[in-house]
Structure formats: structure tokens, C-alpha cells
């Protein structure tokens, strides 16, 4: 009688034990408390952004579902909007979201002096809330970086990180016999080559005032400039002023007429439809480059690391990540959706459809390296770009404001303003801003 | 003498279609871009020189906006909330406008016009807030008394107008004949300004079905409308030109027909010549 | 004896659901505005708002010059625009008026610029206005002009955003006056008919007065709206290049959902509403000088 209660007991306990294990088999049963399931029944709203990480992502959330029991709505916008509503719930006090895609260069510092992240510290080291093989340190120390505040709180797990890098027309360069710029110093007599108009113009590069505040830093960083020094505004510097300068004249003398007003689909539309010889931006916009139904330059793109400069070789990177709001009444369970969305197994899905990500093991994994997606020249730039990757935009609150006023500035200058006198104007602004909000 | 006559009519006749088909010409060129646009491969659609008669023609525009979105869903959402803030703008608006008419309230026109001009931002996060509160965020209630504030001062004011034109003396017979003033309202006035009703249920109907602001911050997955799947086609790094053309096109469409089956109740409300007393 | 009481209350008995139905939903929002508008908060959850009186408008009227520009600016765009608008409006409502053939057809179809989605229109607009692959520019070098620089520059920026207002709003316009002409009596025209006058002068003497009431009110809605534009110039320039489109609305937008400058927004806010309640207030009394 005794041996057979034994024999229940023990057999209900294993089964116990499997249950908790749940799906993930494939990992070492050290599953220390940690089950997908722990908020079964819950449900979750996420608000996400129109982006190609979450293209992606969208396609996989049934998988989660069924993985922790939970349901799960959410809503997609495109950025601005999804900004404009998260804006709304969060001043209401509403609770209605629970976690949100955050564009880190934008909201980094202003959501967090505004309290909006959850810090999720204590969650990664809570180690029954965290999946085993979530490693945290598979992240690039640049991504985790750009998710960390000053005071060393999380406020999101890294997904995607944008390098910039330079898009050429290997035809174009082969039949003038060059090569992509290796250095700053080559950029403008290489671009002048190429410039001729009206079939072929030299660059473009986004003109268009707070967007191009994100590509400007890739003449800025080599030419060593930056925005600020010791927390105060650094827009007169004489670095600066060379920057804005060569900038602004690259588009103004070798750029695609109107280009003081593009922003990147117009870049892109110009790039795609072969009348641009180079263009420099976010490595992403790549993957419609050889869709042959959108380009008409298919296979004839070279990717390249951007050119170096007496400052150094910079590529700026920016980062978007999952994170959870403040206000969720589910944190925890929240917090199980993010890290799902950016575990290994969702990164490789990613990259595999040509979407950048943070994880250092991704871009070793021998399915990405089987089927890639876009040509072996874009992995190099990229993987090699985020070696060098410094962050673009400072990490200040009103960087949205920064972004306008030295957006402003270099569109001044495109239309023939000298540089030194828009980045005078432009750095009182500045200063003033970080005055007003730095404190 | 008589050919000299038949040939200015006809000369007047052409000339009229001639001024007709200059005036209507930018409209119908934007509109026929539209839809080439919808019609043409992503490739072609930033093609330079354009091409305006001999382009490929795909579908794939008008099957991703099907099948990336519920459309039909969202038309439905539009369509009764533009009909239900169309409706419920002529019920309370109709009898505002005669009785601001008649007895000169000229205070509360202005009070509905405030309504208007505040700025549309200004009014998100406490609407929010407030229709949060009742629980009626993604209701079409919350959509259509949103909407009204755009449509009820419009048709206030318009009718108001037309209101003013009809003649007193009609209004007093009725009432010496022992109408009521909803008697009189009902039917002397409103017959008399049938054009005025026509037009600004048109307005109303079409100013509801264009309002992006309100339904992003208000409308939730059941009740959203159509602009904001419009918007949706701009993604992070490419515009689908082809099938935000598409969405578009198809967003016209339904008050494109809406109008033509009630053309010709929008002709003899906008005929020349309706004859009054 | 219901109805005897209703008969003589009817005076704001006829009016009262829609005063309602508005009252409830705008006092809030004006509360709240005005409210926000004496502090200064960034949407923080963990700080509420400062209360800091006037200060806002100080800043406003004193201290912000891009402020004072939007404001010339929108007042120039919306002078612009609606001028334009009613030239053309009243024009082809007057050319509509009357029968032809095909009249229903055209009538509709000279109404769906307005009916369009304005965001749908913006981004079919900034591809026509692309300076090298727009067909804008293609169709002005047909006829031997060289090219525009439309939304592409800070000189012509305003203009061509003008320019698609004007293309999608004079319906607006021309359907108000249609109505209007429709409504005119016969007599007057008889009368003149007989005493020999000219369609010139009928138009200018009898037409034009008596469709006037209308027409202030349609320009009165279109100033309204003018002087608020967003859609698109929020989708087609930003309030670019460097700032030369930029109205009270769209850096207003900026202040709240970017800069997260609540209190600040909504003291623009407060005054874009006194501004265009003042333009209202003009409008308003022009059309009254011709009725009441």
C-alpha cells in the first residue's frame, strides 16, 4: 500500500515539474520557478509602432499566446501617431497600456524623467520571471548601453539598433573607376565625380529639418564635432562649423534639386529610381533597394562602411526597444511579453527577414548565415558599423527640440547661409534649451 | 439673322463647356493621378517622365489594403458614424438654426461656433480623459458626439441663413392659422430651404468621414475609420504608394457613390429657380 | 395645456438639445485648457503640473519670436487661400447654375476634392510636387516653364501648400453659393429683365447682394478652418523648410507631442482659439451689417 501512495506521489510531482518546464524541452531543465505560463489568463495591450522589427513580430504574437496563456491585443501606428497616443493614455493615468515599442533616441531621457518606464532591473535578476536563456549579456554593449539611464536603470530591452552607413552605385563608381570614401577628406571630390546632372546626381542625403538631425552626425562624429561638451551646448565649435559646412554644400551643389525638404522617401525614391550615385542613412532602408518592384538599381548597390575623419571612425546608431509602462497593472506580465519579443529565437526570425538587431549570437546563427537576405557587402557594413557605433542624437530630454533647432540650421545653410552664422543662432537656441530642461 | 443667333448659342455652348472643363480639370487630373497610382507597380509609381496612359497595371495595391486590414470593417465604422453624426446634426440642428433665425439668438450661434474654432488639439486629452471615465472610448457614441462638434455649428449656421430668408409673413399666416411653431417650422420653413438641408448634410457627412484627430486618440480596433488606415500605409522605411493610393481611392469611393445615388436629390435641392412664394 | 407652455417657450425649447449636446462636450476641454495654460508640466507621472500664472503668455506675446512668425503666417496663408477660394467658387457655382447636360455628373464630381481624405491628398501632392520625379514639374515644363521648387523650398513653401487648400476646399464654397442660387427669387430678375439690364449687372447688383449672407458664412467656415490647416502641412513640409510653413497649429502640435510642453502648448492653444474667435467676431459682423 505504502510503496504504491509513494510511487502517486512521486509520479504527480514529475508531472508537476513538467508542466512548469512547459514547452521549452529543447532547454536544460534548470527551469529554477521560471514558467511562460505564470500569468495564464491575463490580458495584455501593447501599443507598437509601424517599423519592420515589429512587421515581424506581429506575425509571431499567436506563438506567444499559446506559449503563456495569455491574450494579447495591440494596436500599430506609425510612430508619430503611436507617440501622440501613448502621450494621451499616460497623461490620463489610464493604465491601459501595458508595454510599448519605444524609440530610445527620441524618448530615452524624456520618458524617464517623466516615469513612464518601469525599470526592469529587478526583473532580469529575478530569475522566475526571466527565461534561462534570455542572457542578457548576448547584447552588444552599445545596445544595452542605450537602454540603460544614468542612474543604471533598464528601461527597455534593446531590439533593434539602426547603423548608418553609405549606399553607392557599384556601376556608377566602377565605370568612373572609384571606390567608396574611406575618409571625409575623399568624400566631396569623389561626389563631384560622379555629379551629372540632370541623369546622375552626386549625394543625397535627408535635408528635411529634424530628420536629417539623425544623418548629420555621420559627418559630424569624423570631423570631431559634437553636441555637447562637459553638458553644455558645443554647435560653434570649430569642428561644427567645417560639418554643417561640407553638409550643407554636398547637397546644395551636388544634390537632387528640392533636396532641402527630403526626408527619406524622397531620398529613397530618388536612390531607387537611379538618380543618385550615393546615399548615406539608416542601414535598414536597404531591403526595398533590391526589391525589384520597387528599384530600379537591383544588384547594382554597394554597401560600405561610413568614411573616417580626423575625429575618428563613427557610425551613429540609434536604438528602439521593447518596454514596459509604468502605469501596466500587469507589469510582470508585461515584462514576459518583452523579453519574448526579443529573445534569440525572435532575433534570428529578424534578421532572417533583413531586420537589423542587438544581439551579439544572431549574427553568428547558422540559419542567418545560410539564406541571407541581402547581399554579404550589407552584413559587413552593418556588423562592422556597430563596432563603431557611437549614439547620434544626445541623451537629453528635449532632444526632439534639439533636433529641430539644429535641423533648422543645416536647412539654412543648404539654402546658402554661411555655417558659422545659422550654428551661432543655432547654439543660443540650444543652450537655452538645455537650461530650460536639463535641470 | 437666325444663323448669326444659332451660332452664338452654339459658340456660348462651347464656350461654357470650355470654362466647365478648365475649372474641372485640375480636379479630375488629381484624381485620375490617384488612381493610375493605385494601379501601377511601386516601380512605376516614382517613374520619371510619368507615365500617364501605357503603365503596367497591378492589383496588388488594392489587395494589400484587403487583406492587411479589415476595410470593410472600417467602412462600416465610418459610414455609421457619419450617418449617425449627420442625423443626429440636422435632429438638434435644424430646430437651433430656425429658432436662432426667428427670434434672433444671435448669442447662441455664437456659442455653437466656439465649438469649431477651438483647436482640435485641445481638445484629445481631455476627451480622453472624459469618455474614459463614462467607459465609452472605442463606442461609435463617443466617435459621433465627437464628430459633431465639427458638423452641428456648419449646418447651424448655414441654415441659419436659410432660415432667414423665408418670409416672415408665411411664418405669421401660419400661426394666425393656429399653427404651432413646430407646425410652422415643419412645414412652411423646411420646405422652403430643402437646398440648405441637402447641402450641409453633405458637409456634415463628408467632414465626419474625413476626421483623422479624433479617431486615432478615440477609436479603438472595433470602431476605427477609414483615415486612419490611410496612414497606417506609411511605415517606417518605405511608403507602398501604390496601395496608399489604393486605400485612398477606396476611401473616396463609397461617398463617391453615396452621392451619385443621391444626385438627384443634390440636383433638385441645388436647382436654379426653386420657386418661392 | 403641455403645448401652451411649450408654445411659449419655444424660443429655447427649439434650440436646447443642440445647445446641450455641445455645452457638455466642450466644457471640459476649455476648463482643462485654460487650466493647463496657468502651469507648466512635461507629462511627467511623477511631478504634476506648476502652477505659474501668466507666465505662458508673457512668454507667448513677448518672448517668442517663432510664435509672432507663425502667427503672420497662418493669418497671410489663410488670407491666401480662402481669397482664392471664394474668387473661384462663387465663379464656378455661377457658371453651374444652370441646365446642361451632364449637370448632375459634373456637380458630384466638383465636389470630391473636398470629400477626399486631406492625408491622402498631402501624400499624393508631395509625390506631384517631387521637383525631379513629380509630374507637377513634368507638366510645367511642358508648357516651357522651368521648374518649381513647390514644397521644396522655403520661398515657395506656403504658396504651394495654398495651392492643394485651394484644390480641395473651393468646393466648399461653391456648393454653399450653388445652394444659395438656387434659393434666389425670380422677381428681381424679371423685374430687371424688363428695365433692360445686362447679366453683368444682374449679377452685380442682385446676385452677388442677395447671395452675400451664404457666402460670408461659408467664408466664415473656411477662415475658421484655414487659420486651424494641419493635415496638410503637417504631412507635406512639417512646418518646414526651416520654419517657413510653420502655423500656430502645427507648432502648437510640436509643443504638446514632441516637446511635451503641455502648459505652454495649451496657452497657444488659447491663443490660437482668441485669434480666430476674433477673425469669427469680424466676419460675423460683416454678415450682419447686410441682414439682421
Known sequence: MADRRLTRRTFLKSVAAGVAAGPFVSTPARAQGFTWKRFQGKELFLLLTKHPFIDVLEKNIPEFESLSGMKVKWETLPEIQARQKLTVEMTANSGGIDAFFTSLHVEKKRFWKAGWYHPLNKFLDDKSLTSPDFDWNDFTPGARAGVTQPDGSISALAAFIDANVVFYRKDLFGSKGVTPPKTLADLEPLVQKLHAPPATYGIVLRGLKNANATQYPSILFPMGGTYLKDGKAALDTKEQVSSLDLYARLLRQYGPPGVVNFNWYECSASFMQGQVAMYMDGVNFASQFEDAAKSKVVGKVGYAVLPSGPGGHFSPIYITGMAVSSQSRSKEAAYLFTQWATNKGNMVRELMAGVGVGRTSTWDNPDVKAKPKMPADWYQAYQASLKIGRQGLPEIVGVTEYRDIIGVAIQKGIEGAPAAQVLAQAQKEFQDLLNRTES | ?277 | MLSRWAHRHASWLFPAPAVVLVATIIVYPIAYTGWMSLHEWFASSLTGPRFIGLANYGKIVLGDARFREAVVRTLYFTTLAVAAETLLGVAMALLFNREFWGRGLLRTLAILPMVATPTAIALVFVMMYHPTLGVANYLVSLVGLSPFRWTYSSQTALYALALVDVWQWTPLIMLIALAGLASLPREPYEAAHLDGATHLQALWHITLPLLRPALVVAILFRAIDALKTFDIIFVMTQGGPANSSETINILLFNQAFSYFNMGYSASMAVALFALVMGASLILIKVRRSTTW
Request: charge should be positive; proline fraction near 5%; charged fraction near 10%.
Open chain 2, 1 to 277: 439673322m437666325v444663323r448669326g443667333g444659332a451660332r452664338r448659342r452654339w459658340l456660348s455652348t462651347a464656350g461654357f463647356y470650355a470654362l466647365a472643363g478648365l475649372f474641372m480639370l485640375p480636379t479630375v487630373f488629381v484624381f485620375y493621378w490617384m488612381i493610375t497610382l493605385s494601379l501601377k507597380p511601386q516601380i512605376e509609381a516614382t517613374a520619371y517622365p510619368p507615365s500617364f496612359v501605357r503603365f503596367s497595371v497591378t492589383l496588388a495595391g488594392y489587395r494589400e489594403v484587403f487583406t492587411k486590414y479589415p476595410f470593410f470593417l472600417y467602412t462600416w465604422n465610418s459610414l455609421v458614424v457619419a450617418t449617425g453624426c449627420t442625423l443626429l446634426g440636422l435632429a438638434v440642428g435644424l430646430p437651433a438654426a430656425y429658432s436662432i433665425a426667428h427670434w434672433r439668438q444671435q448669442r447662441l450661434a455664437v456659442m455653437i461656433l466656439v465649438a469649431r474654432i477651438i483647436p482640435g488639439i485641445a481638445y484629445l486629452i481631455p476627451w480622453y480623459i472624459f469618455f474614459r471615465n463614462l467607459r465609452m472610448v472605442d463606442t461609435y457614441g463617443a466617435l459621433i458626439l465627437t464628430h459633431l462638434i465639427v458638423g452641428l455649428p456648419i449646418i447651424i449656421w448655414v441654415m441659419i441663413s436659410f432660415f432667414e430668408d423665408v418670409p416672415p409673413d408665411l411664418e405669421d399666416a401660419g400661426l394666425i392659422d393656429g399653427c404651432s411653431h413646430l407646425g410652422v417650422f415643419w412645414r412652411i420653413a423646411l420646405p422652403l430651404v430643402k437646398p440648405g438641408v441637402v447641402a450641409t448634410a453633405i458637409l456634415s457627412f463628408v467632414f465626419s468621414w474625413n476626421n483623422f484627430l479624433f479617431s486615432v486618440i478615440l477609436a479603438g480596433r472595433t470602431t476605427r475609420t477609414l483615415p486612419i488606415a490611410v496612414y497606417n500605409m506609411i511605415s517606417y522605411e518605405e511608403i507602398n504608394w501604390g496601395t496608399l493610393a489604393a486605400a485612398a481611392t477606396l476611401i473616396t469611393l463609397p461617398v463617391l457613390l453615396v452621392a451619385l445615388l443621391a444626385q438627384r436629390h443634390i440636383v433638385t435641392g441645388l436647382t436654379f429657380g426653386a420657386v418661392k412664394q
